[in-house]
T-cell receptor, first 114, second 111 residues
Framework: EAQVTQNPRYLITVTGKKLTVTCSQN?????MSWYRQDPGLGLRQIYY???????DKGDVPEGYKVSRKEKRNFPLILESPSPNQTSLYFC?????????????FGPGTRLTVT | SQQGEEDPQALSIQEGENATMNCSYK?????LQWYRQNSGRGLVHLIL?????REKHSGRLRVTLDTSKKSSSLLITASRAADTASYFC???????????FGKGTKLTVNP
């Protein structure tokens, strides 16, 4: 089944403890991206990647890192999480450029930083 | 930066009625997409309309795009309780690869 998977689905952590949220897609998609969703603010893009080893900042990249060493994986790294990063995170992928292709979303990761 | 803004923020209708949601954006776009999200779950793509298209249909969905007014509308005809969800528009600007979402319209369809 074609899908985007994220792990973990739920995570409660403490301020400053490094964490990684994994994202994987099995559709051979080139474009992958991360979003955070907060009440009243909608979805905001954190980082996106056009292809392996090509990443770029979205609208809210501060406090986050990403890497794209393999086409199928696009992990989101929080080196030193803070409470303002408590949010619902979504990974998405698409066949090609964001300009012309639908995005396939993962199920989401609900992160709480205390 | 918020590109698309949906209107209304919330909409409550009866089953069988039509639901219309609007999206306005600020700068020129390449395409505009509509997504649906059931509470707390991942977004699902509904329809993509390109800047040179004016109208597109998919089942009970009808999307229009007016680039002169920088706006799009999503019409759901003969709504069902299962259409209850939040609906988002998303755009890309100029040559950017960034996909920018609006804040969404929360639709409630009462049985």
């Amino acid at each position: 089944e074609a899908q985007v998977t994220q792990n973990p689905r739920y995570l409660i952590t403490v301020t400053g403890k490094k964490l990684t949220v994994t994202c994987s897609q099995n559709m051979n998609h080139e474009y992958m991206s991360w979003y955070r969703q907060d009440p009243g603010l909608g979805l905001r893009q954190i980082y996106y990647s056009m292809n392996v080893e090509v990443t770029d900042k979205g609208d809210v990249p501060e406090g986050y890192k990403v890497s794209r060493k393999e086409k199928r994986n696009f992990p989101l790294i929080l080196e030193s999480p803070s409470p303002n990063q408590t949010s619902l995170y979504f990974c998405a992928s698409s066949l090609g450029r964001a300009l012309g292709y639908e995005q396939y979303f993962g199920p989401g990761t609900r992160l709480t930083v205390t | 930066s918020q590109q698309g803004e949906e209107d209304p923020q919330a909409l409550s209708i009866q089953e069988g009625e039509n639901a219309t949601m609007n999206c306005s954006y600020k700068t020129s776009i390449n395409n505009l997409q509509w997504y649906r999200q059931n509470s707390g779950r991942g977004l699902v793509h509904l329809i993509l309309i390109r800047s040179n298209e004016r109208e597109k249909h998919s089942g009970r969905l009808r999307v229009t795009l007016d680039t002169s007014k920088k706006s799009s509308s999503l019409l759901i005809t003969a709504s069902r309780a299962a259409d209850t969800a939040s609906y988002f528009c998303a755009t890309t600007q100029g040559g950017s690869e960034k996909l920018v979402f609006g804040k969404g319209t929360k639709l409630t369809v009462n049985p």
